[in-house]
């Protein structure tokens, strides 16, 4: 019988597991290889890849080889041989096959031994007695694949809860956090807490903090303390207290402890009640002999004005009377009146929250907002903290945006129409009022400072939603061209380009004058003015708005304008409509004197000789206002040094007359500047033209360096223009330059990376001669701990690294030179000081951060 052989099992194909980990083994055989000499370790690694792939080749011949075998005829062979079976195993298919003949077993001789079973999926089946196979039980495979899940559940159920414990304490740190940068103690008490809640509108977040049970408690012990009040209260009335009742009610009040809120609530009752008890007498009998008219003056039975007891005292003592409103504000602002003080500042806070989400798509709303808040509170406090908003937000030194101008303006016209025509007349007051001050002084305003140009777009939308009428527009243009400069050919040329075809559109022959007046003004306008760019665009563009040529008006869209108009009209109700108000610019001008005709109620005296009187007295006391009560020299030499606007003029006399540098920095911070550029620049100007370096200067910028990194920021803006226009400076101004920058630089106030803006690739004479100045004052000053200080912050800067070498090679090769040391006339100790520093400062200044 012919022996089978055993077919060999094929190799399993690698796990993605196992296939990382053979690469991870390769890569780090690679690096062993690599890293085992000091040079070919590239060259190694080729040669060990090459070695293996051969030997993995090697194996597979050897496989695939098989051994041959002399092949032999079947005829040759003999047939006892052939019965016995003794043949070896051929290559040929029929021999190997499965298959088998009939005949040829029937002639084979019976052998014992039985041919190898193989199951088909690898595995044996486990037999049981008598030949049967035994399967493998159900219920087993079923339980272990359950006892599976279960572990696997559990695993995860521990990792999330888990992952939520850390997150629980993640959030407890940051809560705490919060409450420590919030100041919130939880050792004080909660009711005042509560109480601050409710005050700022957050009450409705109490129902989800608070417990349902604690609350109806405390409304039950507030009902008793109020019982027991009321009972008392009684007895009093009724005159039947008594020492011993005395006693019960203290002893009541050690039983039940109260908080600062039940407190607060009894004193109040207490404070009413007794104010009942004391004046209800009093006040029954003077009840119908004294009335209060609707201005607020008391009246007798007979009609007749009872004098005000602070208008007598006053009198009295001759003190100037001060109307009530002012009192109340005088009160609040010296701190007397805390409650007025507190009101004010929880409505600007309410006030600004709503002005600060003012949007088209939100306008009814933040309207109805705002109404709501002049319905809550007095309109002199509304106007007061609105007017103050709207300072903030539209007139700033910066351009502010068209499309918030049009959307605030939308406000107050609502607003106009809504509650009263006082609202719109006194914004539009305090507008012209602003106007009027900047127009008198346009010829000293900058052309980068923008608060005119915004104002004039504020008045121009207050026309566009007709809360005045074109007559007042038409003055405020004329005043511009009365007083033709770059700034005013500015503002008309904002007016043109916003309002201009509404212009045309109302009133045709009004702006056809207007038109012609602006062409003769500017036909007599000196020939500077004739050449600016502004004045020939404006001129273009008043061409295209009186030929109706909306095309050459750049990014003109009348349709936000038109859609807030809509707008308008759909908000208001029960048959509002916008009061459009027809005041002259000399009404507005003169309200304070004369008063408010178009204030229904308001006093108006319509004295024309006292109208003419009230104009000329501003006109003198203007200047000593606008002067401060500074001496005529001190400003005559602020002229001199052309400081033209006044808040230049106000620091330069600050510094000028002011006892010492601590005195100059504290008057100047009450002057409440926005900008800083002022300070630097009127500081470093009066250093410069001084006769010699004064230290006072350079104390008072490190003064005002210390206090604000702002001022920091434009004192060396200021240092890098007076290094930029160097040119322009002479020898003296660029010795005290030099000196000012060494003490500020050497204190901190400054870094010596303050002379980057200096080109040290093309030196020329005064630039070459202010470094020498600087340098040499830096390296001999008699701090050698600070000059080294100075130098090494910025050694330490790796972007500074093209300023470092310049300064290396200004430092060797050019200050270090013996012509340049004689030129100094230094002593040999000052030579040699300074030959030891220059070398020290070139280390430190090679040195690289590692």
């Given at each position: 019988m012919v022996k089978i052989k055993k077919k060999e099992a094929k190799k399993k194909p690698l796990t993605r597991k196992e296939q990382r980990k053979q690469k991870s083994e390769v890569k780090k055989q690679n690096k062993r290889l690599y890293?085992?000499?000091?040079?070919?370790?590239?060259?190694?690694?080729?040669?060990?890849?090459?070695?293996?792939?051969?030997?993995?080749?090697?194996?597979?011949n050897k496989k695939k080889k098989k051994s041959?075998?002399?092949?032999?005829?079947?005829?040759d062979i003999p047939k006892e041989q052939l019965l016995s079976g003794e043949i070896d195993s051929d290559d040929d298919e029929s021999i190997d096959s499965?298959?088998?003949?009939?005949d040829v077993d029937a002639l084979m001789p019976k052998s014992k031994e039985k041919v190898e079973v193989f199951e088909p999926l690898g595995k044996r089946a486990k037999k049981m007695q008598g030949g049967a196979i035994q399967r493998q039980d159900e219920e087993l495979v079923r339980r272990k694949e359950l006892r599976q899940q279960k572990e696997l559940s559990s695993k995860s159920k521990k990792q999330r809860l888990k992952t939520?414990?850390?997150e629980n304490e993640e959030e407890d740190r940051e809560i705490n956090k919060l409450e420590k940068k919030l100041k919130l103690n939880k050792s004080k008490d909660k009711n005042r807490l509560v109480r601050k809640m409710f005050n700022d509108g957050l009450d409705y977040l109490l129902d989800f903090v608070l417990d349902d049970e604690e609350e109806k408690q405390k409304w039950e012990e507030k009902q008793e303390r109020k019982k027991r009040l009321k009972e008392q209260q009684e007895k009093e009335d009724a005159g039947m207290w008594s020492d011993e009742e005395e006693e019960e009610q203290d002893e009541l009040k050690d039983n039940f402890p109260e908080d600062d809120s039940g407190s607060e609530d009894e004193e109040d009752d207490e404070d009413i009640s007794g104010d009942e008890s004391d004046e209800g007498s009093e006040a029954e009998e003077e009840a119908p002999k004294i009335k209060e008219d609707i201005y607020g003056r008391k009246r007798d039975a007979e009609g007749n004005i009872l004098p005000d007891p602070v208008e007598k005292e006053a009198s009295a003592v001759g003190q100037k009377y001060i109307p009530p409103h002012q009192r109340a504000l005088m009160a609040a602002s010296a701190g007397s009146s805390e409650k007025q003080a507190e009101i004010l500042a929880r409505l600007l806070k309410q006030s600004k929250g709503l002005l600060n989400r003012l949007s088209e798509a939100n306008l009814h709303k933040i309207a109805a907002g705002i109404e709501a808040l002049y319905m809550k509170n007095s309109r002199y406090n509304m106007n007061e903290t609105l007017t103050k908003l709207l300072q903030e937000a539209l007139l700033g030194s910066t351009r502010t945006n068209e499309r918030m101008v049009q959307e605030h303006m939308v406000l107050l016209a609502y607003l106009h129409a809504q509650i009263g025509s006082e609202i719109g007349a006194h914004f539009l007051q305090t507008f012209v009022e602003l106007f009027d001050g900047y127009v008198k002084d346009i010829t000293n305003l900058e052309v980068e400072d923008k608060q005119l140009n915004n104002l004039v777009l504020v008045l121009c939308y207050m026309y566009l939603f007709k809360i005045y009428e074109l007559s007042l527009l038409m003055e405020l243009i004329g005043k511009l061209?009365?007083?033709l400069c770059e700034k005013s050919v500015e503002c008309l040329l904002q007016i043109f380009q916003s309002i201009g075809f509404r212009l045309r559109k109302d009133d045709p022959l009004a702006f056809k004058t207007m038109m012609q007046k602006v062409q003769s003004q500017i036909a007599s306008a000196p020939l500077e003015l004739k050449e600016n760019p502004r004045l020939r665009f404006m001129v273009d563009i008043l061409n295209a708005v009186k030929n109706n040529n909306m095309q050459k008006l750049p990014q003109y869209d009348p349709e936000l304008a038109d859609n807030l108009r809509k707008r308008l009209k759909a908000m208001l109700k029960n048959d509002r409509y916008v009061v459009t108000l027809n005041i002259t610019l000399e009404d507005l001008l003169r309200a304070d004197k004369v008063g408010k005709w178009w204030i229904v109620g308001?006093?108006?005296t319509g004295n024309l000789d006292e109208m003419g009187s009230a104009k000329q007295k501003p006109n003198k006391n203007s200047s000593n206002s606008a002067n401060a009560g500074f001496a005529d020299q001190l400003l005559e030499l602020a002229k001199k040094q052309q400081m033209n606007t006044a808040e230049r003029r106000n620091i330069f006399c600050i510094i000028m007359s002011a006892a010492d540098y601590v005195d100059a920095f504290e008057k100047i911070l009450h002057l409440a500047l926005k900008d800083q550029r002022a300070v630097a620049y009127v500081i470093i100007h009066c250093a410069l033209n001084e006769k010699r370096a004064n230290p006072y200067y350079a104390h008072l910028a490190l003064k005002f360096c210390q206090f604000n990194r702002k001022y920091q920021l434009a004192f060396q803006f200021a240092s890098w223009d007076r290094i930029n226009d160097i040119e322009k400076l002479s020898k003296p101004q660029i010795r005290n330059l030099a000196s000012f920058l060494q003490q500020v630089i050497l204190a901190a106030g400054l870094q010596l990376s303050v002379l980057k803006v200096v080109d040290f690739m093309q030196l020329d004479k005064l630039s070459f001669y202010f470094m020498k100045e600087v340098m040499v004052r830096l390296l001999l000053s008699p701090d050698e701990r600070e000059v080294y200080q100075t130098f090494e912050r910025v050694a330490k800067n790796s972007k500074l690294q093209q300023f470092k070498q310049s300064v290396r090679l200004f430092l060797q090769h050019f200050l270090l030179k013996s012509d340049q040391l004689d030129k100094l006339k230094l002593k040999e100790e000052e030579q040699q000081l300074l030959q030891q520093r220059v070398d020290h400062l070139d280390k430190l200044l090679a040195y690289v951060d590692l």
């Amino acid at each position: 019988m012919v022996k089978i052989k055993k077919k060999e099992a094929k190799k399993k194909p690698l796990t993605r597991k196992e296939q990382r980990k053979q690469k991870s083994e390769v890569k780090k055989q690679n690096k062993r290889l690599y890293h085992a000499g000091k040079t070919n370790g590239t060259q190694r690694v080729a040669a060990a890849a090459e070695a293996s792939a051969a030997q993995s080749l090697q194996g597979k011949n050897k496989k695939k080889k098989k051994s041959k075998k002399p092949k032999v005829n079947p005829d040759d062979i003999p047939k006892e041989q052939l019965l016995s079976g003794e043949i070896d195993s051929d290559d040929d298919e029929s021999i190997d096959s499965d298959f088998s003949d009939p005949d040829v077993d029937a002639l084979m001789p019976k052998s014992k031994e039985k041919v190898e079973v193989f199951e088909p999926l690898g595995k044996r089946a486990k037999k049981m007695q008598g030949g049967a196979i035994q399967r493998q039980d159900e219920e087993l495979v079923r339980r272990k694949e359950l006892r599976q899940q279960k572990e696997l559940s559990s695993k995860s159920k521990k990792q999330r809860l888990k992952t939520l414990r850390l997150e629980n304490e993640e959030e407890d740190r940051e809560i705490n956090k919060l409450e420590k940068k919030l100041k919130l103690n939880k050792s004080k008490d909660k009711n005042r807490l509560v109480r601050k809640m409710f005050n700022d509108g957050l009450d409705y977040l109490l129902d989800f903090v608070l417990d349902d049970e604690e609350e109806k408690q405390k409304w039950e012990e507030k009902q008793e303390r109020k019982k027991r009040l009321k009972e008392q209260q009684e007895k009093e009335d009724a005159g039947m207290w008594s020492d011993e009742e005395e006693e019960e009610q203290d002893e009541l009040k050690d039983n039940f402890p109260e908080d600062d809120s039940g407190s607060e609530d009894e004193e109040d009752d207490e404070d009413i009640s007794g104010d009942e008890s004391d004046e209800g007498s009093e006040a029954e009998e003077e009840a119908p002999k004294i009335k209060e008219d609707i201005y607020g003056r008391k009246r007798d039975a007979e009609g007749n004005i009872l004098p005000d007891p602070v208008e007598k005292e006053a009198s009295a003592v001759g003190q100037k009377y001060i109307p009530p409103h002012q009192r109340a504000l005088m009160a609040a602002s010296a701190g007397s009146s805390e409650k007025q003080a507190e009101i004010l500042a929880r409505l600007l806070k309410q006030s600004k929250g709503l002005l600060n989400r003012l949007s088209e798509a939100n306008l009814h709303k933040i309207a109805a907002g705002i109404e709501a808040l002049y319905m809550k509170n007095s309109r002199y406090n509304m106007n007061e903290t609105l007017t103050k908003l709207l300072q903030e937000a539209l007139l700033g030194s910066t351009r502010t945006n068209e499309r918030m101008v049009q959307e605030h303006m939308v406000l107050l016209a609502y607003l106009h129409a809504q509650i009263g025509s006082e609202i719109g007349a006194h914004f539009l007051q305090t507008f012209v009022e602003l106007f009027d001050g900047y127009v008198k002084d346009i010829t000293n305003l900058e052309v980068e400072d923008k608060q005119l140009n915004n104002l004039v777009l504020v008045l121009c939308y207050m026309y566009l939603f007709k809360i005045y009428e074109l007559s007042l527009l038409m003055e405020l243009i004329g005043k511009l061209t009365d007083q033709l400069c770059e700034k005013s050919v500015e503002c008309l040329l904002q007016i043109f380009q916003s309002i201009g075809f509404r212009l045309r559109k109302d009133d045709p022959l009004a702006f056809k004058t207007m038109m012609q007046k602006v062409q003769s003004q500017i036909a007599s306008a000196p020939l500077e003015l004739k050449e600016n760019p502004r004045l020939r665009f404006m001129v273009d563009i008043l061409n295209a708005v009186k030929n109706n040529n909306m095309q050459k008006l750049p990014q003109y869209d009348p349709e936000l304008a038109d859609n807030l108009r809509k707008r308008l009209k759909a908000m208001l109700k029960n048959d509002r409509y916008v009061v459009t108000l027809n005041i002259t610019l000399e009404d507005l001008l003169r309200a304070d004197k004369v008063g408010k005709w178009w204030i229904v109620g308001s006093a108006w005296t319509g004295n024309l000789d006292e109208m003419g009187s009230a104009k000329q007295k501003p006109n003198k006391n203007s200047s000593n206002s606008a002067n401060a009560g500074f001496a005529d020299q001190l400003l005559e030499l602020a002229k001199k040094q052309q400081m033209n606007t006044a808040e230049r003029r106000n620091i330069f006399c600050i510094i000028m007359s002011a006892a010492d540098y601590v005195d100059a920095f504290e008057k100047i911070l009450h002057l409440a500047l926005k900008d800083q550029r002022a300070v630097a620049y009127v500081i470093i100007h009066c250093a410069l033209n001084e006769k010699r370096a004064n230290p006072y200067y350079a104390h008072l910028a490190l003064k005002f360096c210390q206090f604000n990194r702002k001022y920091q920021l434009a004192f060396q803006f200021a240092s890098w223009d007076r290094i930029n226009d160097i040119e322009k400076l002479s020898k003296p101004q660029i010795r005290n330059l030099a000196s000012f920058l060494q003490q500020v630089i050497l204190a901190a106030g400054l870094q010596l990376s303050v002379l980057k803006v200096v080109d040290f690739m093309q030196l020329d004479k005064l630039s070459f001669y202010f470094m020498k100045e600087v340098m040499v004052r830096l390296l001999l000053s008699p701090d050698e701990r600070e000059v080294y200080q100075t130098f090494e912050r910025v050694a330490k800067n790796s972007k500074l690294q093209q300023f470092k070498q310049s300064v290396r090679l200004f430092l060797q090769h050019f200050l270090l030179k013996s012509d340049q040391l004689d030129k100094l006339k230094l002593k040999e100790e000052e030579q040699q000081l300074l030959q030891q520093r220059v070398d020290h400062l070139d280390k430190l200044l090679a040195y690289v951060d590692l």
